[in-house]
């Protein structure tokens, strides 16, 4: 996989190129052919998982010293692009191994690391994340899930709520508060519960408008003890790994509303070659053509922010300090910007094939809906903006 030197802030190298094409190929072939049937059914797209598994692909930002690809931000954004374009479900399957994984590669114990991260790049196991709760959402610092001290064992008493892919992950992060005094200041701790533990269950799946494919759940944590050494970081860490995990995957989020849109303004442009009305092309009228143009626009304006937010993602990755990065706002202007424009493409090209557009026979409908969320989940557009305002470069 293509290293942080092999791309500036606007260009991907010829290396990242060979991945989207590849990744392309092979969605378009074992990915989209499926993509229907897993909205229409709300199930998980077990398809995608097995050929991605197949490639590489599931978990390619685990490091190569656990087993990994080791991919760099930017590739990582390109594969949960390429397989968003097709079916956005799917793409939560890379989306989110890294969203659960990250806070063990950011803070985690070198045995923490080799015991989880092993079993992801192999992919005989995915992770989720779990930080939201019923009355903590927005405000997260506001969790009431606890975990007790018991000699070498901690136990853990909670719920946590909109968990994406709950029941079918291995390996949950989970934020739990340690010190009630503290809370956000150092009372919140990261550990990590496996699915196999006593007293983990799930809850019904979630009804969703879009992203059918992908399992919400709530996860229930009834008197879960685990061994003190599952512990991510330090006590009272949690909820700075926490933030810091979101500051990267949010960029993923602005990457998977890059590819649906893609997806919608590629379908869109090849339908307005062929309808026909007073006697020619749709795509010969300026009204069209104006629309088509704006589409394109903000997604190429939401692309060229998210690749300058991967490239800053990328190099505090590796060991900087994030001085002069300003990834925090990046990774919020990404995933916000890119989402907006997601929404906003996706509902144009609904528009642009009409009553067409409004049935479930052609699949512009399902990327409307899919898009929604990307401006909800890892932090409402409105909290991204206060995040921006917070940290203005």
Not at 127 to 136: G, V
């Amino acid at each position: 996989m293509a290293g942080a030197a092999d791309f500036d802030l606007y260009r991907p190298s010829e290396e990242h190129e060979m991945l989207r094409d590849s990744v392309r190929s092979l969605a378009e072939a074992k990915i989209a052919p499926f993509a229907t049937a897993v909205d229409e059914e709300a199930r998980f797209p077990q398809e995608a998982r097995d050929a991605l598994t197949a490639n590489d692909l599931h978990a390619v930002h685990v490091p190569e010293s656990y087993g990994g690809a080791g991919a760099d931000a930017l590739a990582t954004c390109v594969v949960i692009e390429e397989v968003a374009r097709v079916c956005c479900s799917s793409s939560l399957i890379p989306a989110v191994n890294k969203l659960g994984s990250l806070p063990v590669i950011l803070s985690g114990s070198e045995e923490l690391k080799k015991k989880y991260l092993a079993p992801l790049a192999k992919g005989d196991a995915m992770f989720s994340y779990c930080l939201s709760e019923p009355d903590a959402g927005s405000d997260a610092g506001g969790m009431k899930t606890r975990a007790v001290r018991d000699g070498d064992h901690w136990v853990l008493n909670g719920v946590k709520r909109w968990i994406t892919n709950a029941g079918v992950s291995d390996f949950y992060t989970v934020m739990a508060v340690t010190d009630p005094e503290k809370k956000t200041r150092g009372g919140i701790s990261a550990f990590v519960v496996e699915k196999g533990d006593e007293g983990v269950s799930f809850g019904a799946p979630e009804k969703k408008l879009g992203i059918k494919g992908s399992p919400t759940r709530e996860v229930y944590l009834d008197n879960v003890r685990i061994p003190a050494d599952r512990m991510i970081g330090a006590e009272g860490t949690g909820f700075a790994t926490a933030m810091q995990t979101l500051d990267h995957t949010r960029i993923t989020i602005a990457a998977q509303a890059l590819g649906v849109a893609q997806g919608a303004l590629d379908y869109a442009k090849g339908y307005v070659q062929e309808r026909k009305q007073f006697g020619k092309p749709i795509g010969d009228f300026q009204g069209v053509q104006f629309m088509l143009a704006d589409m394109a626009m903000k997604l190429e304006a939401a692309r060229q922010l998210t690749y300058a937010a991967a490239a800053r993602s990328e190099r505090v990755s590796l060991g900087g300090d994030g001085k002069g990065e300003d990834l925090t706002f990046f990774g919020a202007a990404a995933k916000c910007y890119a989402s907006d424009a997601a929404m906003e493409i996706t509902t144009d090209a609904v528009q642009l094939l009409g009553g067409y557009g409004y049935t479930r026979d052609y699949p512009l409908e399902r990327m409307m809906r899919d898009a929604k969320i990307t401006q909800i989940y890892e932090g409402t557009n409105q909290v991204q903006r206060i995040v921006m305002a917070r940290n203005l470069p």
